[in-house]
């Protein structure tokens, strides 16, 4: 079974980058590590943990998604409700509440999901964002709990992977094939045309 260690990065679009940026890298503190582009097209990286990024197409034609509460069903076709962002304590919580509102930005109240606490809003973008943090005495990744009063019968086999679902790998890529194609992303590694720091 492949061994995941964090969301490499969540890639969401926006038309103004520097909006974007201001409110990412800003307000938030999420470091801005890592910009592709050329005119007309930009793709910036933004640091969450040391494992985990949140990226950004600009898209100069497309426009806000509609604003939609947090968990509201829709109807229609549709693939994306919310991200949510994980701090170390409640007190991070009331800091980034204290940051948003100071800036006129919404923020819901403090909100007790049992095994976090959590506090919503929007980027600039419409994009439904939550902050949570871990409540120490429930702890679901070490101790599942399933409380839904009508689980699907998928459900009803428990938190860990059942095998026998799907066929079984039976011609794996041998190594001499394993070739790695090379991406927009390449650039990174050549001399920077901008300073790292983004000075100058």
């Known amino acids: 079974m492949a061994k995941y260690t964090g969301i490499s990065h969540l890639a969401m679009v926006t038309k103004d980058m ?14 801005l590590v890592a910009g592709l582009g050329h005119p007309g097209y930009r793709h910036y990286f933004f640091e969450i943990t040391e494992h985990d990024m949140i990226a950004f197409f600009e898209w100069p034609d497309v426009e806000k998604c509609p604003e ?15 991200v949510s962002f994980e701090v170390e304590s409640d007190g991070d919580l009331w800091e980034l ?49 399933m409380r839904d009063t009508n689980p699907s019968p998928v459900a009803q ?23 790695i194609y090379p991406g927009e992303g ?15």
């Open 97 to 145: 509440k204290d940051k948003l509102e100071a800036a006129d930005i919404w923020v819901s109240e403090v909100i007790d999901h049992g095994f976090i606490h959590s506090v919503y809003t929007f980027d600039p973008n419409n994009i439904a964002i939550e902050f949570s943090a871990p409540v120490a005495e429930i702890n679901i990744r070490k101790n599942p709990k």
């Open 68 to 82: 939609k509460d947090h968990g509201v069903p829709v109807r229609g076709p549709f693939a994306f409700d919310h």
């Open 18 to 31: 520097d909006t974007t940026i201001r409110f990412w890298r800003d307000l938030l503190g999420m470091r």
């Open 186 to 200: 390449t650039i990174l590694r050549s001399s920077s045309l901008v300073p790292d720091d983004g000075a100058g």
């Open 157 to 179: 086999e428990g938190a860990e992977p059942r095998p026998g679902h799907w066929p079984e790998v039976s011609r794996p890529t041998p190594h001499e094939a394993r070739k």
